[in-house]
């Protein structure tokens, strides 16, 4: 059982491009998480969905960002204009139904913003 | 006052000691609780979960739980240069919200 996929894992853009950090997450599991992590600070919640729900975004920047899980496919998280303190690793977490408590990540995308 | 306090360290321990990781949490609201290995580089890796006050051992390691203090615990036993990495603890509140308040890790380094 393959476990949560993210790609892709190094992202560089220059400011002001958009980036999409994608999210496949393990089989089984509908919902999805994502996290960001700044450098010597802890994983801060971003946002929490469900197929083609948005549950609860209330760690996301109100401009800029934006985060999908299609039915089909896998979640998005797309940064819009990005500046250069959106440099980070994004993670994306996946747990089964009515198990939020048992959240598996997956490696992380490494957003570089020159 | 963060939500979830950790020591950063660096802690590091000669091999075959026993480590104490600790966390303390402000919200009694707070009632799930996770432990997580990140190796450099790498994202979290579950190791421990639980939602009582106690203990809960899973091999060398034991997940301690003081509801009444607001304060967690894990401790490995006779750790191995391959514990050496940074250790999150994870805290959910009950109810609807899902998403989990993360401590700023502890970074272990346990040499031979």
């Known amino acids: 059982n393959a476990g949560v996929m993210q790609n892709p894992r190094h992202l560089v853009r220059r400011r002001g491009q958009e980036a999409r950090l994608r999210c496949s997450p393990m089989?089984?599991?509908?919902?999805v998480y994502w996290y960001r992590q700044l450098p010597e600070e802890g994983l801060k919640f971003m946002v929490y969905l469900q197929k083609e729900n948005i549950i609860d975004e209330s760690g996301m920047p109100k401009e800029r960002f934006s985060a999908e899980f299609p039915k089909e496919g896998p979640s998005i998280l797309r940064i819009q204009q990005v500046v250069r303190g959106d440099s980070a690793a994004y993670f994306c977490?996946?747990?089964?139904?009515?198990?939020?408590?048992?959240?598996?990540f997956g490696p992380g995308t490494r957003l570089t913003v020159l | 006052q963060k939500e979830v306090e950790q020591d950063p360290g660096p802690l590091s321990v000669p091999e075959g000691a026993i480590v104490s990781l600790n966390c303390t949490y402000s919200?009694?609201?707070?009632?799930?609780f996770m432990w997580y290995r990140q190796y450099s580089r790498k994202g979290p890796e579950l190791l421990m979960y639980?939602?009582?006050?106690g203990n809960k051992e899973d091999g060398r390691f034991t997940a301690q739980v003081d509801k009444s203090s607001k304060y967690i615990s894990l401790f490995i036993r006779d750790s191995q240069p391959s514990d050496s990495a940074t250790y999150l603890c994870?805290?959910?509140?009950?109810?609807?919200?899902?998403?989990?308040?993360f401590g700023t890790g502890t970074r272990l380094q346990v040499t031979l």
């Open positions: 919200n009694s609201a707070f009632q799930y």
């Open positions: 089989k089984g599991h509908s919902h």
């Open positions: 639980t939602y009582s006050s």
């Open positions: 977490a996946s747990s089964p139904p009515a198990r939020e408590d048992t959240q598996y």
């Open positions: 994870a805290i959910k509140s009950t109810g609807t919200a899902s998403k989990l308040t």
